[in-house]
């Protein structure tokens, strides 16, 4: 059976949908940066939170956070400070690092959410 491609800017979209209906605000999205981009940045009650989405069509090659690996992470951070930097957000205001897992199925999607991921 060949693999189909998962369309990242529909899952980006049912990541930010299933964000919003757990109260969070989407403030950016696709937030550019010399390292890349955040696929969502929003804000949890008091917490920026830096949300990279990851999309597959099957788990046949593992789970699709397994994909964000050490030196994914450490390029969210860079990119986080960045963002804070750019914003003049302090030190003070609480931030945290969440990942958002699509699996693709032919009516939607299974979407895992790891808060505080790393």
Do not use: C
């Not at 049912?14 to 940045?41: K, Q």
């Amino acid at each position: 059976m060949p693999r189909r491609r998962v369309d990242g800017s529909a899952a980006e979209d049912a990541a930010a949908r299933y964000l919003e209906g757990r109260g969070y605000e989407i403030g950016h999205r696709n937030f550019a940066t010399p390292f890349g981009e955040v696929d969502i940045i929003a804000v949890d009650g008091d917490t920026i939170v830096f949300v990279e989405v990851k999309a597959r069509s099957t788990r046949i090659y593992g789970p699709p956070e397994a994909a964000v690996d050490e030196r994914k992470q450490a390029k969210l951070h860079d990119m986080a400070d960045i963002f804070l930097d750019r914003r003049g957000i302090g030190d003070d205001v609480p931030y945290r690092f969440d990942i958002v897992a699509l699996i693709e199925r032919d009516d939607g999607w299974d979407i895992e959410h790891f808060e505080d991921a790393f």
